[in-house]
DNA sequence: CTGTTAGCGCGTTCAC
DNA sequence: GTGAACGCGCTAACAG
């Protein structure tokens, strides 16, 4: 029962050829015979043989592994775009190794550690802010960060401020004049920073008077925050995040709140639970997709190394 | 710049020893020279070298990778599993290659012929209905399903008539006389046709007269079957799962209607949204941990391979 | 042109 | 403390 793994010399001594020729058959080589290399194919299924690829690594110093370093399992956008590198991955013959940050710097160090020793050909990492600290030179040229830019480095980043420009602009038009806004501390640079100073950037360009409020990324503190925040006189009401507007739906719903509620993320959940919520799409799976594309393209090519900026749109 | 990866030999050579020496030193072998390790120990930090973990699991026959195969990334049960593992792993020194099988019984055979050419030492698969036809009997000890079970076969399993009976429970007890129930087609064999049948079998035994409808796992699907089966008369309603049991409120407060509902799942966004849901936890975290336990058990005692229930219970 | 031999890649291990 | 063999598949050089 226990069958050990067969290796190359065995099928070759099976079929009572060299190892060479086992190898040339299973590259598909044009330089065999027929016969023998129908006998070889035909031993080969018999003992379901399987080449290590370990071995065939440590050979070509090739691994045909990426590492993807994601802040939080449970992150639906990330989940998302992670799909997407999977899927594109495993056509080109990769495998992906998972890790989780956690937000945690210290554990992202050691992710990398480990990654390095694995000797893994790229690593696709989603950014979170108090990373800043950790060296990654020499994974510049086979790195690819996700939601998070370094210069020198090549990232995907969602257009945020595109996002909010995108809600606030459908919101005026409405003739909304008291656009409220919810989101997370500027810590974190682009769900939190970059996406509130967009708000403020459209109040001044729409001429309205900003109303903010801060906090974290959960469900509560969208409440937490949305109860703070609205008035009855608030009109509409724009949420960094799905997650933020599920929560200050709650409120809204409980108080039965007359308020236009525009977010970011376009979820599943969301779209079900909330259709008249106006949404943008960031592109998670064209992020995913891409950041994959970069990664190889940068193993030839050095050009490849490039800060793109993802188009965001709202729900189909 | 391009500063291509070290090797054992070369720390050898830098230092003026055998590369047995180094080997040595970086396995914490005592049969080296306290002078010789310090030596070799500053060199290696100061070229900054890393073992490669492919070499050494070539010569080891060791690869320290499990092969985790999801159904789905966005499943927020399995990620909750999926987190326990990665952490449980990481700390025996093991990583892990992911891969999402869709519910897809080809695909998961696909998943399986390449953890077999990685030579993974073990697989944590979790389970769905059509993988039946799949053959798996050359990783029989090196396996662990989660929520389905093989004759032969290690797994860890929810126990959903448990927690079924739970819910059942409280509600009888709270005087409920009218429950109805809301679940997954029979095809789905854990989820669907084992919560179902425990429906039934607690409405015999309290004496109530059983109205469910079965459907598909997703929000949409719990709002119909709630909209179909759902009466004035209705007191009570048990959800196979926290989606459904999300679909369903939705139709529930739009209506006004004044039913108890019960689920399964006790995900945090339920806790969140409707906090008066009675929810029963079936120990995801639990699974991911004992899986790979019990992945690990295996490698060195047969009689590891255990076909456990894990148990239910409310929200702390 | 077909097929073989030999040596490599890198870390581990065991006699010397 | 060390050289050499080893694990497994790849490939350049070579023989038939």
Redesign the interface.
């Known amino acids: 029962m226990k069958?050990k793994?067969l290796t190359l010399k065995d099928i070759a001594a099976l079929c009572g050829v060299g190892k060479s020729t086992v190898s040339l058959v299973i590259n598909k080589s044009p330089k065999v015979k027929q016969a023998t290399r129908e006998h070889v194919e035909a031993v080969i299924r018999e003992y379901?043989y399987?080449?290590?690829?370990?071995?065939r690594?440590?050979r070509s110093q090739r691994?045909k592994?990426i590492g993807i370093i994601m802040t939080r399992?449970?992150s639906?956008a990330e989940?998302?775009a992670?799909?997407a590198i999977?899927a594109s991955a495993?056509q080109q013959g990769y495998?992906?190794?998972?890790?989780?940050s956690l937000l945690n710097p210290q554990l992202l160090e050691e992710h990398l550690?480990?990654l390095?020793?694995?000797?893994v050909e790229g690593i696709i990492l989603f950014g979170f802010s108090g990373m800043e600290t950790i060296s990654l030179e020499?994974w510049q040229h086979r790195l690819v960060m996700i939601a998070s830019q370094r210069p020198g480095f090549a990232s995907i980043t969602y257009d945020d401020q595109g996002a909010v420009a995108l809600l606030m602009e459908q919101l005026h038009a409405s003739g909304k004049k008291s656009v409220s806004f919810i989101g997370v501390e500027e810590g974190d640079l682009t769900t939190g920073r970059a996406r509130y100073q967009a708000y403020l950037a459209c109040c001044q360009q729409y001429g309205l008077r900003p109303q903010a409020l801060l906090g974290d990324l959960s469900?509560?503190s969208g409440y937490a925050l949305a109860e703070k925040l609205l008035t009855p006189e608030s009109e509409a009401l724009v949420c960094a995040t799905d997650t933020l507007a599920?929560?200050a739906m709650?409120l809204i719903?409980e108080r039965g709140l007359d308020i236009d509620v525009a977010s970011i993320g376009s979820t599943?959940?969301m779209t079900?639970?909330h259709p008249e919520v106006t949404s943008v799409r960031l592109g998670f799976e064209a992020a995913g997709k891409t950041a994959l594309e970069m990664l190889l393209a940068m193993q030839t090519d050095p050009a490849a190394i490039r800060q793109t900026v993802l188009p965001c749109s709202f729900t189909a």
Do not use: H
Not at 50 to 55: C, G, I, Q, W
Not at 116 to 119: D, L
């Open positions: 069958r793994n379901g399987t080449p290590s690829l370990t071995a690594a440590l691994e592994i399992l449970d639906a989940n998302r992670i799909r999977l495993y495998d992906a190794i998972l890790q989780e550690r480990v390095e020793s694995r000797r020499q469900y509560q599920l929560g709650k719903k599943p959940l079900f639970l």
